[in-house]
């Protein structure tokens, strides 16, 4: 097993508000002036009181069940269920990561909607989301260059509670890393805290390919994050 841990600097995201309004759901010709300086604003803050963390931790004892649609690694059974194992069953090793924003963002959407500026506390929301996706694109395109020099591969990185894997596995998942690594809790019904925050798993092997468009698969139609790259396809 080897593993790796990151500090993440705000200004290594690039995000802009543009990247924002997308999410949000605003098109070219949109009128959005108050909306982006909404989005100026709490970029600006968000640079200030983001706490970006993230780890991976590289596995080769792993097996494979066919049957079961799950994958033990360490002797730890995941059920990860049919979409997500066809990606990962040619896996030669599994990585394990957790990742997260910190926790002040999310405070602070849940104060902005607690005084009743739902707008403001919603971008907060969407904001929040977006440093730490962009975060785990930062871990896993770094994780690729490493596993690229040895001749390897990464699929997609996949996540509890998506593509049918039951989000009470991610007890499981947390197994693998020390208490309150990175500040992030789970509560008993295997949900993060901070909620902005992500863990999941990614495969490693010469036969697992990344696939750049793989919202199709998803069972989560209302996702917004689908709408968003459906638009871009």
Not at 50 to 59: D, G, L, Q, T, Y
Not at 87 to 115: H, N, P, V, W, Y
Request: with cysteine; glycine share 6%; proline share 2%.
């Amino acid at each position: 097993m080897y593993y790796k841990t990151y500090n993440i600097d705000f200004n290594e995201l690039k995000l802009n508000p543009s990247m924002v309004e997308t999410v949000l759901g605003y098109q070219e010709g949109d009128d959005r002036e108050l909306v982006t300086s909404l989005i100026e604003e709490v970029l600006t803050e968000s640079q200030g009181i983001s706490n970006i963390k993230a780890e991976f931790r590289v596995f080769d004892n792993i097996q494979f069940d066919n049957e079961t649609k799950s994958v033990t690694v360490n002797n730890l059974n995941f059920q990860v269920k049919k979409i997500i194992f066809t990606q990962i069953k040619r896996s030669d090793s599994i990585a394990l990561f957790l990742c997260t924003a910190g926790a002040e963002i999310g405070l602070r959407s849940k104060k902005a909607m607690q005084e009743r500026d739902f707008l403001k506390g919603y971008i907060y929301d969407v904001v929040g989301s977006e440093i730490v996706e962009a975060a785990a694109d930062i871990m896993q395109d770094d994780l690729e260059k490493m596993i690229l020099k040895n001749g390897k591969k990464i699929t997609n990185r996949y996540s509890p509670g998506y593509c049918g894997w039951d989000v009470a596995e991610q007890h499981k998942l947390f197994q693998y890393f020390p208490e309150n690594y990175c500040g992030i809790q789970l509560t008993q019904s295997a949900l993060m805290n901070p909620v902005k925050s992500v863990s999941g798993i990614i495969g490693i092997g010469k036969e697992v390919k990344n696939n750049p468009y793989t919202c199709r698969m998803c069972e989560l139609k209302d996702c917004v994050y689908r709408r968003v790259r459906e638009m871009k396809h």
